[in-house]
T-cell receptor, first 113, second 113 residues
Framework: EAGVAQSPRYKIIEKRQSVAFWCNPI?????LYWYQQILGQGPKLLIQ????????DSQLPKDRFSAERLKGVDSTLKIQPAKLEDSAVYLC???????????FGPGTRLTVL | DQQVKQNSPSLSVQEGRISILNCDYT??????FLWYKKYPAEGPTFLIS?????DKNEDGRFTVFLNKSAKHLSLHIVPSQPGDSAVYFC????????????FGTGTRLTIIP
């Protein structure tokens, strides 16, 4: 069974530029998560989707971050404009349901200069 | 407000000995606890979990202990093997709502051959 796929794996941009990350969850997984992991910290939930609806985006900085999950499968996370403090690894995870085990992708390491 | 704390950023253990990783939490609404293991450049992978109705869960070389009164859990690895060298995250889940995970800051475990 294929795992959670993410691209790109690495991205370097300058502050005030825009960036987008892509996630393809495990087939059949209804719940999709985006996490931000800053160096030295644990993953922090940014947004949670159930199919193509948002369940929780309370920790998403909505003035610059946006996410969508069209057709309840793939998802994209966008940052516009990026700030230095957005440098982190962005992890995508999926699960069959909200109470089921979460499977994580390899992450995208973003460096904002 | 760090609701899940791992106070030891790093731990070194001799191969064959016991590794003990600790985690404390403050939110009494947490009712399910998980340990994730993370290798460099990979996403976290689920290791073992425990429900708040139990005080111990064992899976092969891994045992998790939960002390609800102290709001403390620990992961024991016996015997420790070189492949266990990784960052270990403790995570906790609330028993209502979207059941999102709150992660600790992680402990880097190094097994010395």
């Amino acid at each position: 069974e294929a795992g959670v796929a993410q691209s790109p794996r690495y991205k370097i941009i300058e502050k005030r530029q825009s960036v987008a990350f892509w996630c393809n969850p495990i087939s059949g997984h209804a719940t999709l998560y985006w996490y931000q992991q800053i160096l030295g910290q644990g993953p922090k939930l940014l947004i949670q989707f159930q199919n193509n609806g948002v369940v929780d985006d309370s920790q998403l900085p909505k003035d610059r971050f946006s996410a969508e999950r069209l057709k309840g499968v793939d998802s994209t996370l966008k940052i516009q404009p990026a700030k230095l403090e957005d440098s982190a690894v962005y992890l995508c995870a999926s699960s069959l349901g909200k109470a089921n085990e979460q499977f994580f992708g390899p992450g995208t390491r973003l460096t904002v200069l | 407000d760090q609701q899940v704390k791992q106070n030891s950023p790093s731990l070194s253990v001799q191969e064959g000995r016991i590794s003990i990783l600790n985690c404390d939490y403050t939110n009494s609404m947490f009712d399910y606890f998980l340990w994730y293991k993370k290798y460099p450049a990979e996403g976290p992978t689920f290791l073992i979990s425990i429900s708040s109705i139990k005080d111990k869960n064992e899976d092969g070389r891994f045992t998790v202990f939960l002390n609800k009164s102290a709001k403390h859990l620990s992961l024991h690895i016996v015997p420790s093997q070189p492949g266990d060298s990784a960052v270990y995250f403790c995570a906790a889940r609330e028993n209502f709502g979207n059941e999102k995970l709150t992660f600790g800051t992680g402990t880097r475990l190094t097994i010395i051959p």
